[in-house]
């Protein structure tokens, strides 16, 4: 699990207890509130067992189960008992139970070879829950399951599940999975349900095109799931990697980069920092994304008439002087070389196929750029940037950022002009920011690009 914030043992039963057999569509808290980050309960411990290998024996499989409850605290075992009843609740047939069993574990563990039906293995599951939920408090008794049957919610779960149809019949040798699937999710629990559903999917490697994993993304966000559950393990086809700004929510490229370089970036060497900056492609994009757009803003950079001085400078001035390059020995230039070496060797491991490719610089909305660097150009005028002995003289870092959105991209200009307002807490006015918003439309930007570097500096009437 992870998460910002991952609630102890004790305040998830407490929680549990406080709305029994509740659904996450109706009373209790979206998994990612409660701080799960990747798979849990039943399609958890089907995963583990999934991945076990083909030789499973019962001491295993249950020690499995015992580890997935004890997980935060023993908090886990919520999810995992409550998975289990809901299943143990329907009048769902065996063979439906069986059916979705073998698929979701890749057919690792099989409770029938070892002289059990689904129902009494399920039993077990739900015992070991118990067992684990009694440590905090001896009188527990499971409350009765609630499962989740909203039917707009079902009927879209089934919606999806038909779309892999024809995919997943043809990728698995069980018969009838296809149904059993859509049982479970009508006739005992549609969270459960979609959960087994992508289970599936990813034990027998089906190809997701991309918009079918949107939807499942958006489909999944509406049972509570973080998106881990839908993309973790999950074959999905993407497209070819590209700078596009889809699927971005805030900043990007070079000026988030230099985000990673203020106040604390140390725990880190600053290759490493760059190397796992371009792995941050979230979960809309493909691989490498964001290693390409990185690239194409840093060759920007490096392929133009700027200075090595004014280089050093705005780097210098984008990341507050929290990575000062004199330390290291390097020149502005020299460090920009070693970001976009990062680039195209991460880029070349996930995404071989990818030609870096530079895309049109918006041209038409140069003037708009500079016009907002010069009027914050006297505001900034008697301020500095970097602590030490050799501050950044505000009038020095406007003249660079005037360069880079003249010289080189003026979206990039715009968006280290928002990187320095940020650090030197400049004040804006409610007519300037919305100036801003229009500009980032222009540009694309996520809906948090500006709410999370500068909308704080509005200075309101």
């Known amino acids: 699990m992870n998460g910002e914030r991952t609630l102890t043992g004790r305040e998830r039963f407490t929680m549990m207890t406080a ?102 293995w399920l039993e077990r599951i739900s015992e070991v829950s118990t067992a684990q939920l009694r440590r905090d408090k001896r009188s527990y008794v499971p409350p009765p399951v609630r499962p989740v049957r ?71 966000w509406q049972f509570g799931f973080p998106p881990a559950v839908v993309h973790d393990g999950l074959r999905i086809v993407w497209p070819p990697v590209s700078t596009s700004r889809y699927g971005l929510d805030d900043d990007f490229g070079l000026s988030r980069l230099a985000v990673l370089f203020t106040a604390g ?34 060759r920007r950079i490096l392929d133009s008439a700027l200075s090595d001085d004014t280089i050093s400078l705005l780097w210098l001035a984008a990341t507050d002087r929290g990575h000062d390059l004199d330390r290291f020995g390097l020149s502005g230039r020299e460090w920009l070389e070693q970001v976009a070496d990062v680039c195209e060797a991460h880029l070349s491991e996930v995404a071989p196929a990818y030609v870096p490719s530079v895309s049109a610089i918006r041209t038409d909305l140069r003037s708009a750029v500079l016009g907002e660097i010069r009027e914050t150009a006297p505001v900034a ?5 970097g602590p030490g002995t050799l501050p950044l003289q505000g009038t020095a ?57 500068v909308n704080h500096l509005i200075q309101r009437n």
């Open 397 to 453: 870092v406007w003249n660079a950022l005037e360069q880079v959105a003249s010289k080189v991209d003026p979206d990039l200009g715009f968006r280290l002009l928002l990187s320095a307002l940020k650090i030197l807490q400049l004040p804006l006015t409610e007519t300037q920011y919305a100036r801003y918003e229009t500009l980032g439309s222009d540009f694309q930007y996520g809906q948090s690009h500006l709410l999370f570097s």
């Open 150 to 220: 909203d039917e707009r919610l079902c009927r879209a779960a089934v919606a999806e599940i038909r779309v892999m149809a024809p995919d997943l019949a043809r990728a698995s040798a069980i018969p009838d999975l296809v149904r059993c699937l859509e049982q479970v999710v009508t006739g005992a629990d549609g969270d459960l349900g979609v959960r087994l559903f992508l289970r599936s999917l990813k034990a027998h490697s089906v190809p997701v095109p991309q918009e079918e994993y949107r939807r499942l993304l958006v489909l999944g």
């Open 381 to 385: 005028a008697g301020t500095v940037i």
């Open 265 to 298: 970036w140390h725990h880190r060497t600053p290759r490493a920092t760059v190397e796992n900056a371009v792995q941050y492609d979230g979960y809309e994009r493909p691989p490498g994304s964001e290693a390409a757009i990185l690239l194409e803003d840093t």
């Open 19 to 120: 709305f029994p057999g509740g659904s996450m569509a109706q009373e209790r808290l979206a998994y990612y509130e409660l701080g799960y980050g990747e798979d849990f309960g039943l399609t958890g411990l089907t995963e583990r067992l999934g991945q076990a290998g083909p030789e499973v024996g019962m001491a295993a499989a249950l020690g499995y189960a015992e580890e997935i409850a004890a997980g935060s605290e023993g908090g886990e075992a919520v999810e995992l008992g409550e998975d289990a009843r809901r299943l143990l609740a329907s009048e769902l047939p065996e063979h439906v139970l069986h059916t979705v069993w073998l698929a979701s574990t890749r057919q690792a563990f099989d409770p029938v070879d070892h002289g059990m039906g689904v129902r009494e």
